[in-house]
């Protein structure tokens, strides 16, 4: 180790890799239950818009509020179990592969509309689950 080593102070962390544990859990149980309300709520109009099928729509809403509920369960522990948010960015993980594996395999066949739908709401996911992701390691 030289002198200029040891004056040098550690790099600071990015943004996204700053954010605490437990606000990256909020927002996303705040993101998840407006997307399932939406979902499960105006299935029609949205099926009608998007091309896609209203019985998938309302199903991943209501997949989406029992995530939710989850999501605040965890929440409303003292101290965030680390499994538990473990399994907070495996399952948003698989929620983005899933949606990508819809479009990719041909199970859905959305408009354009529905495309950037189905891709935009797997964007905002992953953004989650990369939060949630850095915000554990901060733990460590």
């Known amino acids: 180790m030289n002198a200029l080593d040891a004056t040098r102070t550690p790099p600071r962390p990015r943004w996204y890799e700053a954010v605490p544990l437990r606000r990256t859990i909020l927002l996303d149980a705040l993101a998840?239950?407006?997307?399932?309300?939406?979902?499960?709520?105006?299935?029609?109009?949205?099926?009608?818009?998007?091309?896609?099928p209203e019985a998938v729509l309302r199903g991943c809403g209501l997949v989406l509020l029992v995530y939710t509920a989850g999501l605040v369960a965890l929440l409303?522990?003292?101290?965030?179990?680390?499994?538990?948010?473990?399994?907070?960015?495996?399952?948003?993980?698989a929620w983005v592969v899933a949606s990508v594996a819809a479009?990719?395999?041909?199970?859905?066949?959305?408009?354009?509309?529905?495309?950037?739908?189905?891709?935009?709401?797997?964007?905002?996911?992953?953004?989650?689950?990369?939060?949630?992701?850095?915000?554990l390691r901060r733990l460590r």
Do not use: D, H, K, S
């Open 32 to 52: 998840t239950g407006a997307m399932a309300l939406l979902l499960a709520l105006a299935a029609a109009p949205l099926a009608a818009r998007l091309a896609l």
């Open 76 to 93: 409303a522990a003292r101290e965030l179990p680390r499994w538990g948010a473990r399994c907070v960015v495996a399952l948003n993980l």
């Open 103 to 135: 479009l990719a395999g041909g199970w859905l066949a959305p408009n354009a509309l529905g495309i950037a739908f189905v891709i935009a709401q797997a964007a905002a996911v992953l953004a989650f689950a990369e939060l949630q992701y850095f915000a």
